[in-house]
């Protein structure tokens, strides 16, 4: 039981360009999230899901894009990176009651 | 505007002693409260969580009380201990114990001294 998984650990990207962050769990949880994690700052949500199929806007969703067609993966999509997008992200999942599990993060610097 | 508060950005304590992490909300609609230890260059760990139908929480060395009327929660450490050198997050939402959407704090450095 792998939990939830994140690649990659890091990335360096230079500024326009895209990239896909990776993420799953093999618990069969139903609620996938992502977070963003900035110096000084608490987790902010970026986007979630209730379900395959279906996704919705967190408090900072401007320029990532989601989408979950399993109920495993929920990969994060960066379409034309910028500065203001260099953090760290995790990505979280739970069953309907129950509380999040993170994975370990992924460090993203923009240049 | 913040809705969940952790005003202490980092605290000191003696092993053995009491720890004591406070935060405070604003947001009345919130149900479900969760506090997250963070590791650094580790993803956040669930610790213990409360509903506001109760006003505490016990589990081992951590117990959670939670105040409605003053929106405030404090997470008490009993005894603390060195490994407990960490991050706190204290995290909200207001799904009905559908934690998916969870509001942040902003997290506290708790440094135990051996």
């Known amino acids: 039981n792998a939990g939830v998984t994140q690649t990659p650990k890091f990335q360096v990207l230079k500024t326009g360009q895209s990239m896909t962050l990776q993420c799953a769990q093999d618990?069969?949880?139903?609620?996938m999230s992502w977070y963003r994690q900035d110096p000084g700052m608490g987790l902010r949500l970026i986007h979630y899901?209730?379900?395959?199929?279906?996704?919705d806007q967190g408090e900072v969703p401007n320029g990532y894009n989601v989408s979950r067609s399993t109920t495993e993966d929920f990969p994060l999509r960066l379409l034309s990176a910028a500065p203001s997008q260099t953090s760290v992200y995790f990505c979280?999942?739970?069953?309907?009651?129950?509380?999040?599990?993170f994975g370990p993060g992924t460090r993203l610097l923009v240049l | 505007d913040q809705q969940v508060k952790q005003n202490s950005p980092s605290l000191s304590v003696q092993e053995g002693r009491i720890s004591i992490l406070n935060c405070d909300y604003t947001?009345?609609?919130?149900?479900?409260f969760l506090w997250y230890k963070k590791y650094p260059a580790e993803g956040p760990t669930f610790l213990i969580s409360?509903?506001?139908?109760?006003d505490k929480n016990e589990d081992g060395r951590f117990t959670v009380f939670l105040n409605k009327s003053a929106k405030h929660l404090s997470l008490h450490i009993v005894p603390s201990q060195p490994g407990d050198s960490a991050v706190y997050f204290c995290?909200?939402?207001?799904?009905?114990?559908?934690?998916?959407?969870?509001?942040f704090g902003k997290g506290t450095l708790l440094t135990v001294n051996p």
């Open positions: 409360i509903s506001s139908i109760k």
């Open positions: 618990m069969n949880h139903e609620y």
């Open positions: 899901s209730v379900g395959a199929g279906i996704t």
């Open positions: 979280a999942s739970s069953y309907s009651k129950g509380r999040p599990t």
């Open positions: 947001n009345s609609m919130f149900d479900y």
């Open positions: 995290a909200a939402s207001a799904g009905g114990g559908s934690n998916y959407k969870l509001t």
